[in-house]
């Protein structure tokens, strides 16, 4: 992972970002003492963080929404660069899994349109990124993500249940907003049907899901049902089990309400940094 | 949900509605926890209901009883799928369904608990037109419900101004949305997101109370109000 080109990428898409980030000597400078020699697993988290200084305080409501759908098509653009090369790898069998990928890649094509005409329309500049700017490797983490279809599953399910956490937690920055925010939800949903159905394929292919774990269309407590320690960031949190302080759990005298059940029965928000953390090595 | 400080909250509500101050930032001061305290108390007795219809209420708590009112329907359907399964319900069939009968009446328990005495009460449904014993019939009407339900909270979270009830519809109506996804590939594999359910921006629907309700309402004896409801 290089910094400076990262800086650079995304100066070209915002040119005050350097602004936001003091100086790049300072932005530099605070990522060195957060990272310092860390392990490469670490990166995303001080990378996040720096973002977050960037991006994260924007003054005025229509910045705030503006940002808000930026960050939106950020994702977008990340699942939908990862679906294209998904369909082109050649390793997603022919037949009912091909077409459903295929029919995922072309709804997340869509976002990307959407998103990008609705920031158009309310006055912002539209982040713009290419196929180049990614590494759905992650790194080196996912080296066989287009070779291995189990992996590639896998992936794929990550970003779909992270899509709906970021979504979830993005809501209360368009609440200003009716149109932004109703069509936030519009894609929220989606992005919810795509996890889903990604995880029955899983249920069905079974590679990559740990012993003893069963992949359900919902999120049972924390378990991502993959075996990888490096998607866990997107499933801390969705074992919560109270929600706005009632205890969800066998409410009610029900006792088919177990943990799992309650966890399952409600998904989970991540803020900006979480996410910001989790996609920032998929980026080149 | 009831202390004996929500009286002063709901005081304080009405006052700072007459003087025009901005709901919103009061909202904001008063944080979330208050807030679900004073609306519990705010609309504990509904004036309108009678035997035969129900009032949502307004505001806030209206949205909630709203979701309310659709997550009892919820429930009550899939309790009925479970407890006489349609003929032919595969064992992985009985699994998924029994997991969105717990999600549905967690909804509904959830609900009726944080609305506390704002709750509207328990509605009687009306499933006369669902042959339970068949497979068609049950996951025909669990898709028609999963769809509706989807796009009821999405279409509610403009009306919601408390963040936190956003943020807690959204926290459910994902998952309606894989609920919807697995029905509909239970149905016919690959439909999870077809173009019935998405429009050419391969966006989910939103629809108004009232719409939601226009359907809704045919599986619910008793006649919902939703005149008080926010409409924008």
Not at chain 1, 69 to 88: D, G, P, Q, R, W
Not at chain 2, 25 to 34: C, P, R, T, Y
């Amino acid at each position: 992972m290089n910094l400076q080109n990262i800086l650079s990428e995304i100066e070209k898409k915002d040119p005050e970002v350097l602004q936001k980030l003091d100086t790049r000597r300072n932005a530099m400078k605070d990522f060195a003492r957060v990272s310092g020699k860390v392990a490469i697993a670490s990166i995303p988290f001080a990378l996040g963080s720096m973002f977050k200084k960037a991006y994260g305080s924007p003054t005025s409501p229509s910045d705030i929404v503006i940002d808000t759908l930026n960050f939106a098509l950020t994702l977008e653009y990340i699942e939908a660069n990862f679906y294209v090369k998904a369909v082109a790898s050649g390793i997603i069998p022919t037949g009912q899994a091909l077409t459903d990928i295929t029919l995922i890649r072309d709804h997340e094509n869509a976002h990307v349109a959407f998103l990008t005409a609705a920031i158009t329309a309310a006055g912002g500049t539209p982040v713009s990124f290419k196929a180049a700017d990614f590494d759905f490797t992650a790194h080196g983490n996912f080296p066989t993500v287009f070779s291995d279809y189990g992996l590639l599953l896998a992936v794929a399910q990550t970003f779909e249940d992270t899509g709906v956490r970021a979504y979830k937690g993005q809501a209360g920055n368009l609440i200003s907003n009716n149109d932004y925010l109703t069509a936030a939800l519009q894609i929220h949903s989606v992005e919810a049907r795509h996890a889903a159905h990604i995880r029955s394929m899983r249920y069905t292919n079974g590679s990559l899901v740990p012993a003893g774990v069963v992949v359900k269309p919902w999120i049972t407590l924390n378990q991502s049902g993959i075996d990888s320690p490096a998607v866990q960031p997107s499933y801390n949190g969705e074992e919560t089990v109270s929600q706005a302080n009632v205890p969800i759990t066998g409410i009610g005298g029900n006792a088919f309400i177990t943990a799992e059940a309650a966890s399952e029965a409600f998904d989970e928000p991540l803020d900006k940094e979480a996410i910001l953390g989790i996609v920032t090595p998929f980026f080149a | 949900m009831q202390t004996n400080e929500s009286p002063n909250n709901v005081v304080q509500l009405t006052e700072s509605m007459k003087t025009g101050f901005s709901r919103r930032k009061f909202l904001g001061i008063v944080g979330a926890s208050s807030i679900l305290l004073a609306t519990a108390a705010s609309c504990k007795k509904h004036p309108h209901d009678d035997d035969d219809s129900v009032d949502l209420g307004s505001g806030d708590p209206g949205i909630l009883n709203y979701a309310y009112a659709l997550e009892q329907l919820e429930a009550a359907f899939y309790i009925q799928v479970v407890t006489s399964p349609y003929a032919g319900m595969t064992m992985s069939e009985m699994s998924y369904l029994s997991d969105v009968r717990n999600h549905e009446v967690a909804h509904r328990e959830f609900f009726k608990a944080a609305l506390g005495s704002a709750a509207i009460r328990g509605l009687t449904p009306n499933f006369s037109t669902i042959n339970f014993a068949d497979r068609t019939s049950v996951l025909g009407t669990a898709k028609a419900f999963e769809d509706l339900g989807v796009t009821a909270y999405n279409g509610a979270g403009k009306l919601l101004v408390n963040v936190d009830y956003l943020t807690l519809a959204g926290k459910i109506v994902s998952v309606e949305a894989r609920h919807a996804a697995t029905i509909r590939d239970m149905i016919n594999p690959g439909t999870f997101a077809d173009s019935t359910a998405l429009d050419m921006n391969a966006l989910d629907g939103a629809r108004t109370p009232n719409e939601v309700l226009a359907i809704a309402g045919m599986y619910i004896k008793e006649k919902i109000n939703a005149s008080h409801l926010p409409t924008s």
